[in-house]
């Protein structure tokens, strides 16, 4: 599990500062990635907010948006749960949610061209 006390805060004197998570918060149930979240909103200075982006690319369940099929994002889903035991995809809404819950404004959600999805948060 991330420790918060490993969580770098934003260096001093440079431009934009980005967070990114790839494939990480599905191995993880909601109150564990929760946690994950919480933590990286705990090292960005309330200063620092305005310049700080979260990015976080992940297999969604939804098909929203002329993503890719749900069958093979299902059957993944599947794996996560036999894999970590309760890792799991998690739907644009469900996604939405726990931003909200860590303390980020969830501002856009970019497919691509495979299953996964580009999610972009803001500290507020």
């Not at 909601?30 to 990286?40: G, N, S």
């Not at 890792?87 to 931003?99: D, H, T, V």
């Amino acid at each position: 599990m991330l420790d918060a006390a490993t969580v770098p805060a934003p260096p001093a004197g440079c431009g934009k500062v980005a967070y990114i998570l790839r494939n990480i918060l599905h191995n993880w149930p909601d109150a564990e990635a929760l946690k994950i979240l919480r933590a990286i909103r705990g090292a960005i200075p309330a200063a620092d907010t305005p310049r700080v982006k979260l990015t976080i690319i992940e297999l969604t369940t939804s098909t929203a948006r002329n993503l890719p099929t749900l069958e093979p994002k299902l059957m993944i889903d599947i794996l996560m749960l036999s894999l970590f035991g309760s890792g799991k995809e998690r739907s644009e809404a469900q996604f939405e949610a726990l931003l909200a819950a860590a303390g980020f404004q969830l501002v856009r959600m970019v497919p691509t061209v495979g299953l996964m999805l580009v999610l972009e948060a803001v500290p507020v």
